[in-house]
């Protein structure tokens, strides 16, 4: 399908294009679950572009969508300029129908209030975007204009468990710690619709948001239960999920499109990872983070934490080290600097890197400093797209400064 789609979007420069809008629509949504996020991209923008036509609800149903890929995506600010559009475009809307309903009849012949109706889809939209735009601040780190559309989301959301989640997630970032877990123990995750309504398991999200929360506080042992909790709650879901059916060909028939989303599996193995590594259990966080890669093997920073378990793995004493480091099967070519400034500079070409010391293959997954070497010419070789801004799922996008830093 994603092969088929540069093709497709291309095409689309005309008004023939406009009339099979539904066609493109349902093709981004698609991608969308399939968590093709650049391609539903393309095929979103090209609709934007012939938006005028659509229908109210339909205009509304692009950009919504647009919204939810920027953000998904770290792109916050075309996601606000979205917003902004879109909160004209419903503005608009609902002038235009008061103006019509007050000539018109207050109600149906089938007794329903479309005044009412209509004023209560605006609402819903209104809140939805006051919404997005906390994850887009969130996103950009803008506290003070967060801190003002945190205010709209509980006026128009309530006490609802997703305006919670977002507001504790507005405390964790402020540093508030504390209050953060608080607003998390408060929410009713009973309320929630649930993951075959939604695609999101909101229990796998609360202790995943726990764990992220005492990671920060430095309670890593605290922050693994959490994500452990969260990696059973996942794979309950996950069960459930495939429990209907015992054709593989079949696993997907008979289910919303929306629970293709809802493995959260590899982004919580990233997050197990990074906890273990600073536990000091860098063996445990190799096995984590070497079946993240698997998923999100673009990602520059996730191949240096890889080198960073190897590398812890097979730490001996400082005289060992010094001793042994330089020479070993040519991997070092030499040290440099001293303390926390010590850098070991790995050989260009080490023969070190087609065999291991025991017959087995350096580029077969194992936590040894042969792999480490793999893992940081990958990371390098990621890192050199010319961009400011390297892509890095799952995390936020990684500045070319905080590579060099690391």
Request: positive net charge; aromatic residues 8%; hydrophobic residues 35%.
């Amino acid at each position: 399908m994603a092969a088929d789609k540069p093709a497709a979007v291309e095409e689309m420069d005309g008004l023939d294009d406009v009339e099979n809008s539904m066609l493109y629509y349902n093709q981004a949504v698609i991608l969308y679950h399939l968590r093709q996020y650049t391609e539903a991209i393309s095929v979103g923008e090209k609709l934007y572009q012939f938006i005028e036509p659509f229908e109210e609800k339909f205009a509304q149903a692009v950009c919504f969508l647009l919204v939810d890929l920027y953000i998904l995506t770290h792109q916050a600010e075309k996601a606000l300029h979205l917003l902004a559009v879109l909160e004209k475009m419903i503005t608009q809307g609902s002038s235009s129908k008061n103006g019509k309903n007050e000539t018109g009849n207050n109600s149906s012949k089938d007794g329903s209030n479309p005044k009412a109706e209509s004023g209560a889809l605006i609402e819903a939209a209104k809140s939805k975007m006051h919404q997005y735009k906390v994850r887009a601040y969130i996103q950009m780190k803008s506290l003070k204009a967060c801190k003002r559309e945190i205010k709209s989301v509980m006026n128009t959301a309530g006490n609802s468990a997703p305006s919670l989640f977002l507001k504790s997630n507005f405390e964790y970032l402020r540093g508030n710690y504390r209050k953060a877990v608080k607003l998390l123990n408060s929410s009713n995750i009973a309320e929630h619709p649930g993951f075959m309504k939604t695609g999101e398991c909101l229990r796998c999200m609360f202790w995943n948001n726990l764990g992220c929360i005492h990671f920060a506080m430095s309670k890593h042992n605290l922050g693994i239960f959490y994500f452990k909790k969260a990696l059973q709650e996942n794979d309950n879901v996950c069960a459930q999920l495939s429990a209907g059916g015992t054709d593989p060909g079949k696993k997907f028939s008979g289910r919303p499109m929306c629970t293709l989303l809802t493995n959260k599996r590899y982004e919580l193995l990233y997050n197990c990872g990074i906890q273990l590594l600073h536990i000091g259990r860098p063996l445990a966080a190799f096995e984590c983070l070497i079946e993240a890669v698997q998923v999100y093997h673009a990602n520059p920073r996730l191949w240096l934490r890889l080198a960073e378990c190897c590398i812890a793995a097979n730490k001996g004493t400082s005289e060992q080290e010094t001793k042994g480091l330089p020479t070993k099967k040519g991997i070092v070519q030499s040290i440099v600097g001293q303390g926390y400034h010590r850098k070991i500079v790995l050989a260009s070409q080490s023969i070190q890197n087609t065999v291991y010391n025991d017959g087995q293959s350096s580029a077969i997954p194992v936590a040894s400093v042969e792999f480490a070497a793999i893992c940081l010419r990958n990371a390098f070789s990621k890192s050199h797209d010319g961009d400011k801004f390297i892509p890095a799922p799952p995390s936020s996008p990684l500045r070319k400064q905080e590579l060099e830093n690391l």
